[in-house]
């Protein structure tokens, strides 16, 4: 029964965690060329748009999860339709997670060499050309790397999360773990995120070291 119980309760962290993990990828990484193409000297400078990209990005941040968990009640509800459960959490986890890598994505494109990128403009390269042809590929092992962090930092968030219904590790820790006294189930729930961690982690520093050309 508590077995059971255990991996329904991985796999909705896990589920969260991914979920949130892709979104957060898919709205991060641009959110963060966007930071860096519209910086000053960048690739298509426009600092206004930045100040206010960088404002936005600063403004999510800036905010608690535990916060921005019940802050976005409403629109979460909006989206799925219930502000409890697996699928519920999400939407905030996705949202917490989007402007935090897309700082994370922003520092490792920023340390892209720019002689290449003055190289591919000199070859008639566009802006989209040094996305494709310079910046996101020699940024790669930190665009991983950070994503990696990303993964893990949600894994933490997702437990958070399990303290208002969400399901997961979190919820089984809670409910069981701690109003039950059962330290059992709190041991057991500790390991296993302490497991999802390191593997997460470990994959992530294997994808790093292959993606690295400096190796």
Known sequence: MMFELLLRSLWETVLMTAASGLISLIFGLPLGLALVATDRGGIAEQLWLNRILGGIVNGFRSVPFIILLVALIPLTRLIVGTSIGTWAAIVPLAIAATPYYARIAEVSLREVDRGLIEAVRAMGGGRWAIIR???????????????????????????????????????????????????????????????????????????????????
């Open 133 to 215: 042809e310079v910046l996101v590929p020699e940024a790669l092992p930190g665009i991983v790397a950070g994503f990696t962090v990303t993964l893990v930092t949600l894994v933490g968030a997702s437990a958070m999360a399990g303290a208002i219904g969400a399901g997961g590790l979190g919820d089984l820790a809670i409910r069981y773990g701690y109003q039950r006294f059962e330290t059992a189930v709190m041991v057991a729930v500790v390991i296993v995120l302490i497991v999802l961690v390191c593997g997460i982690q470990w994959v992530g520093d294997r994808l790093v070291t292959r993606l690295d050309r400096r190796g």
